[in-house]
């Protein structure tokens, strides 16, 4: 190929090494008011009055009495308003917003909120309140148990994790042409337009979203900038003026959404050759105060908690509960780190209660073409488990410093993981995303509502469609994000972007060379006029779903996986030290290998903080350690060497092949370091695996 799986320039990446990049924080316009959110000091209760002290003129508040439409976030569920009106569910909820020129004058302002506390509730377990239930079904689990020769429980725990983007949230908002404009750093501008026309009270050509340029996301600007914009709005609609609201560190961390945590049960039965014959799985996941996204980051949970083994007989049962926390979200991999945690850390146990090696139990259970998954997906050819398994087993000498290593304080440990690329089931089916192309003088240009956060989406996009074309790389734009003038691509989530939009984009491309035939671009323009083509997602005809049963096909294909961490145990401060980690991972094809190993490497270092360091601290439902201060994140002394591995076996749908790289390498880096600690003698079942945790294991060890 001459363009796709290479190494080009990214195509925002002159402007960022040079400055010239504008993010959120860098702009201004004329008039431009500071907008600021005062929020909730209770978990639970009722708010009973607003008290104001503003010392001086040009201050611009809002309260809900100011909403001209219906007062909620529009997302799955409309149960989460954009301002309390009476009930207050979380800490931190907003109340009120109000707007300055002046961020001094802004921050002296004094709103006080006169509060009536309710009884709260933390606990899932002691929850009332379901947002969501999850059968999954397959063969006869009971049967499965009776035949068992070995069964082997346990319980697991995992903890919120923050999304410490580089760039915090951050939007501004102005009137325009009787209605509202919106630029902002985030994911999904068609959600931010829907909440906003339902906000409002605004008809679709009223409402406009841009895309800023956005420092990061991972799933932290998915559904959260859409309750950001709704209050810069509302501040712009009142005040007839621009109005900038920008997020600091501690207001990001104490307000925004968190991976949900999560507590895993598992009952398995196991012949006696090592074969798992009956999985019975119990997922609980924080949802918080309100609904957001935990029926989704619930479902990919429930999907991927059997992990990426073949078994007859399996249930697993999943509730979303509710809570007086902040509300959880979406964050890369969105459930399926937690389950796969759970799960391959009761794998290294299962291998441990046979006395086998977890290489060969792993071995003997993967995923093989031909096989199902627990909601009876049929693999195919690209099914990768074993390669990917014994990939890793042979560049890390796995056998061999297992055996050297027992009994020194150092450990090595794996996981064999998968993920589902694309929405899951029928989801791609009602999104009915769109992508198009336009003609140029010198070749084409992009236009998807899909949204470029670091990961290199604007690049592989256009390899796709220039190698579909056969022209260079240097020939094809893409255009800004603005939803006048890009289609719905859908939501930049779910390892989709490359998979589905790039799929579509070739669709595109397939189509223009055909009408261009053999006149150049500037020749058929001057011939012809104008040329835009708009193509919409297709869905396979070898893929089917059942979204009340749970069965079948959950994703056209899945990335897979294994990961090899490598550690030291220090004896006096119990702090895992990580040598090596090693990923190899199986993603179809990789359109430009450079920006894929680096998703890699970025997914294997937050997992690595997710397993070891990053530990949200709730007091009375609040965060208390939100600052990067006493919030740890891995920084270059923690993060080892990765090595990373790339294989490919082509998926039949993707473009050129491809699948999704993402989320992936996220969900095996905390269960491979979990098991490194096992092998050096620490049982952890609950992550952060903090020292404290790992010397109370290693204490109840000896």
Same mark, same amino acid.
């Given at each position: 190929?001459?363009?796709?799986?290479?190494?080009?320039?990214?195509?925002?990446?002159?402007?960022?090494?040079?400055?010239?990049?504008?993010?959120?924080?860098?702009?201004?316009?004329?008039?431009?008011?500071?907008?600021?959110?005062?929020?909730?000091?209770?978990?639970?209760?009722?708010?009973?009055?607003?008290?104001?002290?503003?010392?001086?003129?040009?201050?611009?508040?809002?309260?809900?009495?100011?909403?001209?439409?219906?007062?909620?976030?529009?997302?799955?569920?409309?149960?989460?308003?954009?301002?309390?009106?009476?009930?207050?569910?979380?800490?931190?909820?907003?109340?009120?917003?109000?707007?300055?020129?002046?961020?001094?004058?802004?921050?002296?302002?004094?709103?006080?909120?006169?509060?009536?506390?309710?009884?709260?509730?933390?606990?899932?377990?002691?929850?009332?309140?379901?947002?969501?239930?999850?059968?999954?079904?397959?063969?006869?689990?009971?049967?499965?148990?009776?035949?068992?020769?070995?069964?082997?429980?346990?319980?697991?725990?995992?903890?919120?994790?923050?999304?410490?983007?580089?760039?915090?949230?951050?939007?501004?908002?102005?009137?325009?042409?009787?209605?509202?404009?919106?630029?902002?750093?985030?994911?999904?501008?068609?959600?931010?337009?829907?909440?906003?026309?339902?906000?409002?009270?605004?008809?679709?050509?009223?409402?406009?979203?841009?895309?800023?340029?956005?420092?990061?996301?991972?799933?932290?600007?998915?559904?959260?900038?859409?309750?950001?914009?709704?209050?810069?709005?509302?501040?712009?609609?009142?005040?007839?003026?621009?109005?900038?609201?920008?997020?600091?560190?501690?207001?990001?961390?104490?307000?925004?959404?968190?991976?949900?945590?999560?507590?895993?049960?598992?009952?398995?039965?196991?012949?006696?050759?090592?074969?798992?014959?009956?999985?019975?799985?119990?997922?609980?996941?924080?949802?918080?105060?309100?609904?957001?996204?935990?029926?989704?980051?619930?479902?990919?949970?429930?999907?991927?908690?059997?992990?990426?083994?073949?078994?007859?007989?399996?249930?697993?049962?999943?509730?979303?509960?509710?809570?007086?926390?902040?509300?959880?979200?979406?964050?890369?991999?969105?459930?399926?780190?937690?389950?796969?945690?759970? %799960?391959? =850390?009761?794998?290294?146990?299962? &291998?441990?209660?046979? /006395?086998?090696?977890? @290489? $060969? #139990?792993?071995?003997?259970? +993967?995923?093989?073409?031909?096989?199902?998954?627990?909601?009876?997906?049929?693999?195919?050819?690209?099914?990768?488990?074993?390669?990917?398994?014994?990939?890793?087993?042979?560049?890390?000498?796995?056998?061999?410093?297992?055996?050297?290593?027992?009994?020194?304080?150092?450990?090595? %440990?794996? =996981?064999?993981?998968?993920?589902? &690329?694309?929405?899951? /089931?029928?989801?791609? @089916? $009602? #999104?009915?995303?769109?992508? +198009?192309?336009?003609?140029?003088?010198?070749?084409?240009?992009?236009?998807?509502?899909?949204?470029?956060?670091?990961?290199?989406?604007?690049?592989?996009?256009?390899?796709?469609?220039?190698?579909?074309?056969?022209?260079?790389?240097?020939?094809?734009?893409?255009?800004?994000?603005?939803?006048?003038?890009?289609?719905?691509?859908?939501?930049?989530?779910?390892?989709?972007?490359?998979?589905?939009?790039?799929?579509?984009?070739?669709?595109?491309?397939?189509?223009?060379?055909?009408?261009?035939?053999?006149?150049?671009?500037?020749?058929?323009?001057?011939?012809?006029?104008?040329?835009?083509?708009?193509?919409?997602?297709?869905?396979?005809?070898?893929?089917?779903?059942?979204?009340?049963?749970?069965?079948?096909?959950?994703?056209?294909?899945?990335?897979?996986?294994?990961?090899?961490?490598?550690?030291?145990?220090?004896?006096?401060?119990?702090?895992?030290?990580?040598?090596?980690?090693?990923?190899?991972?199986?993603?179809?094809?990789?359109?430009?290998?450079?920006?894929?190993?680096?998703?890699?490497?970025?997914?294997?270092?937050?997992?690595?903080?997710?397993?070891?360091?990053?530990?949200?601290?709730?007091?009375?439902?609040?965060?208390?350690?939100?600052?990067?201060?006493?919030?740890?994140?891995?920084?270059?002394?923690?993060?080892?060497?990765?090595?990373?591995?790339?294989?490919?076996?082509?998926?039949?749908?993707?473009?050129?092949?491809?699948?999704?790289?993402?989320?992936?390498?996220?969900?095996?880096?905390?269960?491979?370091?979990?098991?490194?600690?096992?092998?050096?003698?620490?049982?952890?079942?609950?992550?952060?695996?903090?020292?404290?945790?790992?010397?109370?294991?290693?204490?109840?060890?000896?």
């Amino acid at each position: 190929m001459r363009v796709v799986g290479r190494k080009v320039e990214r195509k925002e990446g002159r402007a960022k090494v040079t400055g010239a990049a504008r993010y959120v924080d860098d702009l201004r316009m004329p008039g431009m008011l500071i907008g600021r959110t005062v929020r909730a000091p209770i978990a639970c209760g009722e708010l009973v009055g607003i008290k104001t002290e503003l010392g001086g003129p040009g201050f611009t508040t809002v309260d809900f009495c100011d909403i001209p439409g219906k007062n909620v976030v529009s997302l799955i569920a409309e149960d989460q308003p954009c301002l309390v009106e009476r009930e207050i569910r979380h800490a931190e909820e907003p109340v009120f917003l109000i707007a300055h020129e002046s961020r001094e004058a802004l921050l002296e302002a004094r709103v006080s909120l006169e509060c009536r506390p309710g009884v709260p509730v933390f606990d899932p377990l002691a929850s009332p309140r379901s947002f969501k239930d999850i059968l999954i079904e397959k063969g006869d689990v009971a049967k499965g148990f009776a035949e068992a020769a070995l069964i082997v429980e346990g319980e697991y725990r995992a903890g919120l994790q923050e999304h410490v983007s580089i760039e915090p949230n951050g939007v501004i908002a102005w009137p325009e042409n009787g209605g509202i404009a919106v630029l902002g750093s985030l994911q999904c501008p068609y959600y931010v337009h829907r909440a906003l026309m339902t906000l409002l009270a605004l008809p679709p050509e009223k409402v406009r979203v841009c895309q800023a340029e956005t420092g990061g996301g991972f799933g932290g600007k998915e559904e959260y900038p859409s309750m950001l914009a709704g209050h810069a709005a509302l501040l712009a609609l009142k005040s007839k003026r621009p109005v900038k609201i920008v997020y600091d560190r501690e207001e990001e961390m104490a307000a925004t959404t968190k991976r949900h945590p999560a507590i895993v049960r598992h009952r398995t039965g196991v012949a006696k050759d090592g074969r798992l014959v009956a999985q019975d799985i119990e997922v609980i996941l924080d949802g918080g105060a309100y609904v957001t996204l935990s029926p989704v980051v619930l479902s990919r949970a429930c999907i991927h908690a059997a992990g990426p083994y073949r078994c007859a007989n399996v249930r697993i049962r999943g509730r979303a509960m509710f809570t007086n926390t902040v509300p959880n979200g979406a964050f890369r991999g969105f459930g399926a780190p937690q389950t796969q945690f759970a %799960g391959e =850390a009761h794998m290294d146990r299962i &291998a441990e209660a046979l /006395g086998e090696d977890p @290489v $060969k #139990l792993r071995e003997t259970n +993967a995923l093989r073409p031909g096989d199902t998954t627990a909601t009876g997906q049929r693999m195919h050819d690209d099914c990768s488990a074993l390669e990917v398994l014994r990939e890793a087993v042979k560049r890390t000498r796995f056998p061999e410093k297992r055996w050297k290593w027992k009994g020194t304080g150092r450990g090595i %440990g794996l =996981a064999l993981f998968y993920h589902g &690329a694309g929405f899951t /089931g029928s989801g791609e @089916v $009602k #999104l009915a995303s769109k992508a +198009a192309l336009e003609l140029t003088e010198r070749g084409a240009r992009i236009l998807t509502g899909t949204t470029e956060m670091g990961q290199g989406q604007r690049t592989t996009h256009a390899q796709i469609v220039a190698e579909e074309l056969g022209w260079p790389y240097e020939a094809i734009e893409v255009a800004e994000v603005d939803t006048a003038r890009v289609p719905d691509s859908g939501p930049t989530v779910a390892s989709r972007t490359c998979m589905i939009v790039g799929g579509i984009l070739q669709a595109c491309a397939k189509e223009l060379k055909a009408k261009l035939g053999r006149l150049t671009p500037r020749a058929y323009l001057k011939r012809n006029g104008p040329l835009v083509v708009t193509k919409s997602y297709e869905h396979p005809g070898d893929v089917a779903w059942n979204d009340e049963t749970y069965r079948g096909d959950a994703y056209g294909t899945f990335a897979w996986g294994c990961e090899v961490a490598e550690l030291n145990v220090d004896p006096d401060t119990y702090e895992a030290r990580l040598t090596k980690f090693t990923a190899v991972v199986e993603i179809g094809k990789a359109i430009h290998p450079v920006l894929a190993a680096g998703q890699v490497e970025g997914g294997a270092a937050q997992g690595i903080g997710y397993a070891l360091l990053e530990e949200a601290i709730l007091r009375d439902g609040r965060m208390a350690n939100a600052s990067m201060t006493n919030y740890i994140i891995p920084t270059t002394v923690d993060t080892p060497t990765i090595e990373t591995v790339i294989l490919e076996r082509p998926y039949r749908h993707g473009p050129f092949g491809a699948k999704g790289v993402g989320e992936l390498p996220v969900d095996g880096a905390a269960p491979a370091i979990v098991n490194a600690l096992r092998h050096a003698g620490a049982d952890i079942r609950r992550i952060p695996a903090t020292p404290e945790r790992i010397m109370e294991a290693l204490c109840a060890s000896r």
